[in-house]
């Protein structure tokens, strides 16, 4: 299988983070979303994470990916029945933190005379919304095994480190007392974000 992604992007890292958990070996091939031709030939969207099936059929969207990945390799799922509707909440969060992130990221790219003060603001505000919920719920995170949600906060919180900044960490001591503790899991080790 091949994935078309960036070493930078937190959708991408997703994909590669549940490929590496399953053992699945992924031939990545990075691409520029903004450039590229071939990209845009296989996902009509033109965003990353693109996944290309070994029978051709072509995968886009972070979620599909992952699910796919999960569904096709070995160990334990990280989409469990148990506690579903926790770890589905969890998982929003922490996708609505990889997004919201990205966005503040793209806002800021803006030369200055373009720049909104009210989104920037506004992004800032759901950032801390959501890691000060996400520290609320910190020992269940600790407590239940890797999962998808895990996967969703971790690719959030290291988006948000690597274009922003740490300050987040200030007002959730739980929140990143397990986030530092994650980090020498290996698929999260491996797949940390560069430019």
Same mark, same amino acid.
């Given at each position: 299988m091949k994935l078309y992604s960036s070493p930078a992007t937190p959708f991408g890292r997703k994909a590669a983070i549940v490929a590496h958990e399953h053992g699945i070996a992924l031939d990545v091939v990075n691409v520029n979303p903004f450039t590229s031709d071939e990209l845009e030939r296989l996902n009509p969207i033109k965003l990353i994470p693109v996944l290309v099936l070994d029978d051709?059929?072509?995968?886009?969207?972070?979620?599909?990916?992952?699910?796919?990945?999960?569904?096709?390799?070995?160990?334990?799922?990280?989409?469990?029945?148990?506690?579903?509707?926790?770890?589905?909440? %969890?998982?929003?969060?922490?996708?609505?933190?990889?997004?919201?992130?990205?966005?503040?990221?793209?806002?800021?790219? !803006?030369?200055?005379? !373009?720049?909104?003060?009210?989104?920037?603001?506004?992004?800032?505000?759901?950032? %801390? %919304?959501?890691?000060? +919920?996400?520290?609320?719920?910190?020992?269940?995170?600790?407590? +239940?095994?890797? %999962?998808?949600?895990?996967?969703?906060?971790?690719?959030g919180i290291g988006h948000l480190e690597f274009r922003h900044d740490a300050a987040w960490r200030a007002d959730c001591p739980r929140l990143t007392a397990w986030y530092e503790g994650i980090q020498g899991r290996p698929s999260v080790a491996a797949t940390q974000p560069t430019d």
């Open positions: 051709g059929r072509v995968l886009y969207d972070s979620h599909v990916i992952c699910a796919h990945l999960d569904e096709t390799g070995g160990g334990p799922t990280l989409y469990p029945q148990a506690d579903r509707l926790d770890w589905q909440r %969890r998982m929003t969060l922490g996708t609505a933190l990889t997004e919201t992130s990205v966005l503040w990221l793209f806002q800021k790219r !803006q030369p200055a005379d !373009q720049q909104s003060g009210n989104l920037k603001t506004h992004y800032e505000k759901r950032m %801390r %919304r959501i890691t000060a +919920a996400l520290d609320a719920e910190a020992d269940m995170l600790s407590a +239940a095994p890797f %999962r998808i949600d895990h996967v969703a906060v971790i690719c």
